[in-house]
T-cell receptor, first 117, second 114 residues
Framework: DQQVKQNSPSLSVQEGRISILNCDYT??????FLWYKKYPAEGPTFLIS?????DKNEDGRFTVFLNKSAKHLSLHIVPSQPGDSAVYFC????????????????FGQGTILTVHP | KAGVTQTPRYLIKTRGQQVTLSCSPI?????VSWYQQTPGQGLQFLFE???????NKGNFPGRFSGRQFSNSRSEMNVSTLELGDSALYLC?????????????FGQGTRLTVV
């Protein structure tokens, strides 16, 4: 049962254009969502996150949108750069009973982004 | 601030052996989680330790175990290695005493079982 899904295995974009990566989830208990970028043989690097009480969060070229009713989030990268080429993972977590972060992240399968010069 | 440090970076073991991987979290972080990444299964959660206690566990056999020390450093052990255990093992640390904090990952340990 895959609770976090990234249905596009790959995405190819021209430099300077917008990259849109999508993620769907099924568990309504998820309340915190994160995007990570990963290069081969390295650990994921945190990019941006969003709490379920928000519908948008921006950080420089990266914006994450959350649509709770549709259980869908997306990551927008504008403008895309060749250095953005990597695997992007969407992840989600639920709060623990004590109201603090729960150390378990559920990941999607990842989307390979290629930005062409 | 130093990041998450995992040792060793690469490891080759024979089927049936056991292996111990180490993770030093970011200073001040009390939560350490372990993940397995394989091409077919993606990033799968193994377990999380918080203040020396296992707080959550993923769906892995009992051959996979871990522990956390009083300085928050964590070790993961895999006994009776199988070929299918070949993977990138990632450790992540987080503050965890705050709501909604991100996890920071180490560079991983690439385990190859032959």
């Amino acid at each position: 049962d895959q609770q976090v899904k990234q249905n596009s295995p790959s995405l190819s974009v021209q430099e300077g254009r917008i990259s849109i990566l999508n993620c769907d989830y099924t568990n309504s208990m998820f309340d915190y969502f994160l995007w990570y970028k990963k290069y081969p043989a390295e650990g994921p690097t945190f990019l941006i996150s969003i709490s379920s009480i928000k519908d948008k969060n921006e950080d420089g070229r990266f914006t994450v949108f959350l649509n709770k009713s549709a259980k869908h989030l997306s990551l927008h990268i504008v403008p895309s750069q060749p250095g953005d080429s990597a695997v992007y993972f969407c992840a989600a977590s639920v709060p623990n009973a004590g109201g603090t972060s729960y150390g378990k992240l559920t990941f999607g399968q990842g989307t390979i982004l290629t930005v062409h010069p | 601030k130093a990041g998450v440090t995992q040792t060793p970076r690469y490891l080759i073991k024979t089927r049936g052996q056991q292996v111990t991987l180490s993770c030093s979290p970011i200073s001040g972080h009390r939560s350490v989680s372990w993940y397995q990444q394989t091409p077919g299964q993606g990033l799968q959660f193994l377990f999380e330790y918080f203040s020396e206690t296992q707080r959550n566990k993923g769906n892995f056999p009992g051959r996979f175990s871990g522990r956390q020390f009083s300085n928050s450093r964590s070790e993961m052990n895999v006994s009776t290695l199988e070929l299918g255990d070949s993977a990138l093992y990632l450790c992540a640390s987080s503050a965890a005493h705050l709501l909604n904090t991100e996890a920071f990952f180490g560079q991983g340990t690439r385990l190859t079982v032959v």
